[in-house]
């Protein structure tokens, strides 16, 4: 059965801090990647996905996670982070001949200003 | 576009009552999603429709849970009788064309 592990529950960082957050899965085959962000108050939203193609893909908002393939990850990164990204982040897996979504357990990401 | 709706926002209820709740998906979507997530956890597939078919049920508990998509569109998903641990929150998400999610606001439900 496929599972996401995520490592990190909480993260704090100061506003302008760059950020990452691991995202391990374990599936053989070829598989689906997304990131979720859920924002205070909002219901979860894409943040961004890779299917195929070049492993470091650009999502909304300056974020960007690289896809590598041997180490079964999808890490997320920022640069520099801002209060406005405080919010709870999903890293989720889909089976590439499927489309259940499995969820890892999501980090709780607080920037300080 | 208007977005997944679903209703009610939060509810709450004892033990052994029931429960249910809805979600209207985005227009023309075919692929319909109801998800629990149980504070701490991400969210976990109950179950999928496509269209009015189930596709995946496999974590449905269903000697309590229930769900229909009579019509293709609408759906609900009944709780019966609860329990403490169904605790969560009830997320309903439809899929179009793409391999993409859209999430509604999901339900918040409190058995006591």
């Known amino acids: 059965a496929q599972s996401v592990s995520q490592h990190n529950h909480h993260v704090i960082l100061s506003e302008a801090a760059s950020l990452e957050l691991g995202c391990n899965y374990s599936y053989g085959g070829t598989v689906n990647l997304f990131w979720y962000v859920q924002y205070p108050g909002q219901h979860l939203q894409l943040l961004l996905k890779?299917?195929?193609?070049?492993?470091l893909v650009k999502g909304i908002k300056g974020f960007e996670a690289e896809f590598i393939k041997s180490k079964f990850s999808f890490n997320l990164r920022k640069p520099s982070v801002q209060w406005s990204d405080t919010a709870e982040y999903f890293c989720?897996?889909?089976?590439?001949?499927?489309?259940?979504?499995?969820f890892g357990a999501g980090t709780i990401l607080r920037v300080k200003s | 576009e208007a977005g997944v709706a679903q209703s009610p926002r939060y509810k709450i209820i004892e033990k052994r009552q029931s429960v249910a709740f809805w979600c209207n998906p985005i227009s023309g979507h075919a692929t319909l999603y109801w998800y629990q997530q149980i504070l701490g956890q991400g969210p976990k597939l109950l179950i999928q429709f496509q269209n009015n078919g189930v596709v995946d049920d496999s974590q449905l508990p269903k000697d309590r849970f229930s769900a229909e998509r009579l019509k293709g569109v609408d759906s609900t998903l009944k709780i019966q009788p609860a329990k403490l641990e169904d605790s969560a929150v009830y997320l309903c998400a439809s899929q179009g064309g793409t391999n993409e999610q859209f999430f509604g606001p999901g339900t918040r439900l409190t058995v006591l």
């Open positions: 890779y299917f195929s193609g070049d492993p």
């Open positions: 989720a897996v889909n089976a590439n001949n499927g489309n259940k979504l499995v």
